[in-house]
């Protein structure tokens, strides 16, 4: 009995995962994505990637000398500063970390050319699911276009239109945002911020759970993430049209912080962005149904902590494998992928949850005990 045709939906980290390794084992996969073509937008920011889940998975893809290429060497430097702008822990990296950093963009490229040049479908919006019986299931993509799969995965993220065949559960916001900010060419253009940053990664916290968090990228971008806990309305009140005006209302909330480290809002090269957040319940999960099962954010998405990319790719890997073990019996597939993967997702979402309860000086407290205790 053969392996059906996997039809996967969302085109991020987890979903190729899974299609290439569902390749190496000579079994068939299409992935419908919504984006028009793989550049079609900035792929996100930097990621480092673990040595107990995220590298595994490349190592189930069979990447690891492409994934070696693109690491960018001495981006697991730390820096935790108080407001003031007084260094508090300075963590070079010494070459031992067991997370390399790399450009979520360059990650998902080396995944795409190892696919098969028809595996993704670009322009492939889902808009609705539904079952058909018999574990059969049809999607309905935003052109009007409809297909039917015996074996369908929801790798489309948080606001996943696979996961109702399963589950009734959707995200709910945190309380917390992000405000995203860029800034170029910084060693010529913008000094300060960038010796504040340093070589690798700077953390900010502060009272009232914000803070400003933000890495040195590939070349001389520095990819800033300001954090505030306040409700979207509070957002909502803010025009983010206005790049200016938003970055300088946004920096009011940080008054009397180190030049060096506002400017990484108001000297901003981009409009600011925000990104709200958002979870499904720790321990999300569901009872089988037969023919569909999802990965990543669409199964758990969690609370931003390092894990989220990571946990994603190595579902996809978990996955894969499954499937290729059971070619004739993929209920016993999702079977085994489901029951290891639900309390995998509690133990990786729950990764650092004792930091995001810390406040002020405690949140620096806490942030350098993990990274002086923790050897990568």
Do not use: C
């Not at 107990?52 to 001495?74: S, T």
């Not at 979520?104 to 050319?113: K, S």
């Not at 520095?222 to 957002?235: D, K, N």
């Amino acid at each position: 009995m053969n392996t059906p045709h996997v039809t996967i939906i969302g085109a991020g980290l987890g979903g190729l995962t899974l299609a290439r390794v569902l390749h190496l084992h000579g079994i068939p996969a299409t992935v419908y994505e919504a984006e028009p073509a793989p550049t079609a937008r900035t792929q996100g920011g930097m990621l480092d990637i673990h040595d107990y889940n995220g590298q595994l998975a490349i190592e189930a893809a069979g990447l690891m000398d492409e994934f070696r290429g693109i690491v960018l060497h001495g981006r697991q430097a730390m820096r935790i500063l108080a407001s003031d702008g007084t260094v508090l822990l300075d963590k070079p990296d010494d070459g031992t970390g067991g997370r390399p950093e790399v450009q979520r963009g360059d990650l998902r490229r080396i995944l795409l050319d190892s696919l098969p040049g028809d595996t993704v479908q670009w322009g492939r919006k889902a808009v609705g699911t539904r079952s058909l019986g018999d574990g059969h299931h049809e999607v309905t993509f935003a052109d009007g276009g409809t297909i039917t799969t015996s074996l369908l995965v929801g790798a489309d993220g948080a606001w996943s239109r696979v996961r109702p065949l399963l589950s009734d559960a959707t995200p709910e916001y945190t309380g917390m945002s992000y405000v995203e900010t860029y800034l170029f060419d910084v060693d010529t253009r913008h000094p300060a911020a960038a010796r504040a940053v340093g070589s690798g990664s700077m953390a900010a916290p502060a009272t009232g759970g914000k803070g400003i968090q933000a890495h040195r990228e590939k070349g001389e971008t520095i990819h800033t993430y300001v954090v505030l806990r306040e409700p979207l309305e509070w957002f909502a009140a803010i025009d983010f049209a206005d790049g200016a005006a938003a970055a300088a209302r946004i920096a009011q909330e940080f008054d009397g912080w180190a030049p060096e480290l506002t400017a990484l809002i108001t000297d901003g090269d981009v409009a600011p962005l925000l990104r709200p957040i958002f979870t499904l319940p720790l321990g999300h999960k569901w009872e089988r149904v037969p023919g569909v099962t999802l990965l990543g954010d669409a199964a758990h998405l969690l609370t931003p902590n390092g894990e989220g990319a990571n946990s994603a790719m190595y579902d996809g890997a978990e996955l894969g494998k499954a499937i290729a073990a059971h070619p004739g019996d993929i209920e016993t597939a999702l079977t085994q992928y489901e029951e290891a993967m639900f309390p995998r997702s509690v133990e990786f979402g729950s990764i650092g949850a004792e930091l995001h309860d810390l406040d002020g000086d405690d949140a620096a407290a806490g942030l350098i005990k993990l990274f002086t205790e923790n050897g990568d």
